[in-house]
């Protein structure tokens, strides 16, 4: 969009969301000053950035691609001033969506509005949360005990924010992000930002694990799942974003036009392929392996066969017999420890719960107040270990159907936009990329992971975001 016409499209309204930023600016950096710590500055930096924001959303919904990744690390910022939920991102979040209403942009045809999310996705969860909520109080002691990190709820206002609310928040972020691709001259240059957040958490993760200095071998064992605990983030977690990552950005390596951008790209995987193999997940590992196979069949050509090849010798080199050795584990041993106990300690244990509410389910979260549970049945785990397993204990077959509806809409409009002559090689490949994406999530969803918004799910969010903001930019028929 030309200089003129955003003068023009903010002229009458634009002072007023700068003089407030000002003044929250003004008041945000009294506030450092008084409390002279750290979290005044992450409060200033956070208004300043409000105030680009309210004058342009899509600075916003960048911001926010940037940052959603890394919002679940200890190193992000969980409170601002002390009040519960205010936090950098939700602030931001609150700024590119009152901007982006400010704009005059939210109508009901508008990119960031789509039926689907909401009847397909949003009300089952916000349905599943209100049954949930009234069985709290059946959560056995053994999981609300001061010191675990199984339940991060006690009441009622918890349970909607830690189940419901921060979901809905990905989700608004992933429609912000649709809003402002839709209006953007080039939208590749999201392809960018997604490649410099993934350069942001691996890095740390690389930093992090040289720090430490564990040898492979430890780091492969199953004693080490929580190696990256210090920065909060699980491995399992930190497997599946780099999955996402590379799906994303293999396929439009592949189609990249531009040398520059081409090695950009090259050693953006090679990071991040790094980072995926030092969290040492099976299910990652699993996953990347079949994407690999995806993007043979897709793009089978000399080239594609050069990089599975490297892709080989690279984990050769950089860890071959600790990979393998993580991945056989259990190997000889029996289905159950192949899965790391999951299925007698887990799975079978909770698949009669399915039958106490088979058509709506028992509520987001049920797992925590299941019988199993409450008896000891089990392991004690906040989560059944399977995406599949707990959409039907927490929403039943409906829920289920609902939701299986609503990525099989993101998939057909996955490849639809994949096939848009109107959209350059590069962004037709990044959705190429992201129908990979989705197949290796819902693999990586038998053995853990969420269907409801998480955000080791980000990437595939962004992929969604942007799948509707270039769903919008479509002539209309």
Same mark, same amino acid.
């Given at each position: 969009m030309a200089a003129t016409t955003l003068r023009h499209e903010y002229a009458s309204s634009g002072w007023v969301p700068a003089a407030l930023g000002m003044v929250a600016l003004a008041v945000g950096s009294g506030y450092a000053l008084a409390v002279g710590e750290i979290a005044g500055l992450y409060v200033a930096l956070a208004l300043v950035g409000c105030v680009a924001v309210l004058l342009d959303f899509r600075m916003g919904a960048v911001l926010l691609l940037l940052m959603l990744p890394m919002s679940p690390s200890d190193l992000f910022p969980r409170t601002l001033m002390q009040?519960?939920?205010?936090?950098?991102?939700? *602030?931001?979040?609150?700024?590119?969506? =009152?901007?982006?209403?400010?704009?005059?942009r939210a109508h009901p045809a508008g990119p960031a509005v789509r039926w689907q999310v909401v009847w397909l996705y949003v009300l089952p969860m916000c349905v599943a949360a209100m049954i949930g909520a009234p069985h709290l109080h059946q959560i056995p002691a053994l999981v609300t005990d001061a010191g675990t990190t199984i339940v991060q709820f006690t009441t009622e206002r918890q349970y909607f924010i830690v189940a419901l609310l921060k979901g809905i928040v990905i989700v608004a972020i992933a429609l912000m992000i649709g809003a402002a691709a839709a209006r953007s001259k080039k939208p590749e240059g999201f392809i960018?930002?997604?490649?410099? +957040? $993934? @350069?942001?958490?691996?890095?740390?993760?690389?930093? #992090?694990? *040289?720090?430490? %200095?564990?040898?492979? $071998?430890?780091?492969? +064992?199953?004693?080490?799942?929580?190696?990256?605990?210090?920065?909060?983030?699980?491995?399992?977690?930190? =497997?599946?974003?780099h999955l996402s990552v590379l799906a994303l950005l293999l396929f439009v390596w592949a189609d990249c036009r531009q040398p520059r951008?081409?090695?950009?790209?090259?050693?953006?995987?090679?990071?991040?392929?790094?980072?995926?193999?030092?969290? #040492?997940?099976?299910?990652?590992?699993? $996953? &990347? =392996?079949? *994407?690999?196979?995806?993007?043979?069949? @897709?793009? #089978?050509?000399?080239?594609?066969? +050069?990089?599975? /090849? /490297?892709?080989?010798? #690279?984990?050769?080199?950089? %860890? %071959? &017999?600790?990979?393998?050795?993580?991945?056989?584990?259990?190997?000889?041993?029996?289905?159950?420890?192949?899965?790391?106990?999951?299925?007698? %300690?887990? @799975?079978?244990?909770?698949?009669?719960?399915i039958w106490k509410s088979p058509l709506w389910g028992s509520g987001l979260n049920s797992v925590l107040w299941s019988f199993p549970m409450q008896n000891g049945a089990m392991l004690p785990v906040g989560h059944p270990h399977s995406a599949y397993l707990?959409?039907?204990?927490?929403?039943?077959?409906?829920?289920?159907?609902?939701?299986?509806?609503?990525? $099989?809409?993101? @998939?057909?409009?996955?490849?639809?936009?994949?096939k848009d002559p109107t959209l350059s090689p590069e962004m037709r490949a990044f959705f190429q990329g992201a129908t990979a994406c989705l197949c290796a999530f819902l693999v990586t969803c038998l053995v853990g992971g969420s269907f409801r918004p998480d955000p080791e799910a980000a990437y595939l969010w962004v992929a969604i975001g942007l799948m509707y903001g270039m769903l919008a930019r479509r002539p209309a028929k």
């Open positions: 009040v519960p939920g205010l936090n950098p991102l939700n *602030l931001l979040v609150a700024a590119t969506v =009152g901007s982006y209403v400010i704009s005059g960018v930002a997604i490649a410099v +957040s $993934a @350069w942001i958490i691996a890095l740390i993760q690389l930093g #992090f694990s *040289l720090l430490m %200095g564990m040898p492979l $071998a430890d780091m492969a +064992s199953p004693d080490a799942r929580n190696f990256y605990a210090p920065i909060g983030m699980h491995a399992n977690t930190l =497997g599946r974003m951008m081409k090695l950009f790209l090259m050693l953006t995987m090679g990071v991040v392929a790094t980072a995926l193999l030092l969290t #040492f997940s099976r299910a990652a590992i699993g $996953a &990347a =392996g079949l *994407l690999g196979v995806v993007f043979l069949v @897709w793009k #089978f050509n000399v080239r594609s066969v +050069s990089l599975a /090849l /490297l892709g080989l010798a #690279f984990i050769a080199v950089i %860890g %071959g &017999a600790a990979v393998w050795t993580r991945v056989t584990i259990g190997f000889g041993e029996g289905a159950n420890a192949v899965s790391a106990g999951r299925i007698d %300690g887990i @799975w079978l244990p909770l698949l009669p719960e707990e959409t039907l204990l927490d929403m039943g077959f409906v829920g289920a159907a609902l939701f299986a509806a609503y990525f $099989a809409h993101v @998939w057909k409009g996955f490849r639809t936009v994949s």
